[in-house]
């Protein structure tokens, strides 16, 4: 059983920057493939980005292309998601997962979730 913990969350202004991290808990042998999702209050987890398990591609949602990176971390299963010019839409709880056999879009197919970290974006 995988456990993730995200980090990096936080408050800031519309324009700035963030970077979360996802890592897991404890040392794994498997590789994972990792995924980003959010839900805002009243809203479905969507999905934001993802990267395969060699970290050679990755997906973003339209709403974050070219504002949001994932990429890989040195250390085996952890992931980085660099958010530059956020906007006030952009608040949200950020959810890292991962997943074994699937990298893409669809939250039903990871298997192990993070507690999730607040992101909120001023106006």
């Known amino acids: 059983q995988v456990q993730l913990v995200e980090s990096g969350g936080g408050l800031v202004q519309a324009g700035g920057s963030l970077r979360l991290s996802c890592a897991p808990s404890e040392r794994t042998s498997s590789s994972y493939n990792m995924g980003w999702f959010r839900q805002a209050p009243g809203k479905e987890r969507e999905f934001v980005a993802a990267i395969n398990w060699s970290g050679d591609s990755t997906y973003y949602a339209d709403s974050v292309k070219g504002r949001f990176t994932i990429s890989r971390g040195n250390a085996k299963n952890t992931n980085d998601l660099q958010m530059n010019s956020l906007k006030p839409e952009d608040t949200a709880v950020y959810y890292c997962?991962?997943?074994?056999?699937?990298?893409?879009?669809?939250?039903?197919?990871?298997?192990?979730w993070g507690q999730g970290t607040q992101v909120t974006v001023s106006s």
């Open positions: 997962a991962a997943s074994t056999y699937y990298s893409g879009s669809n939250p039903s197919n990871y298997g192990y």
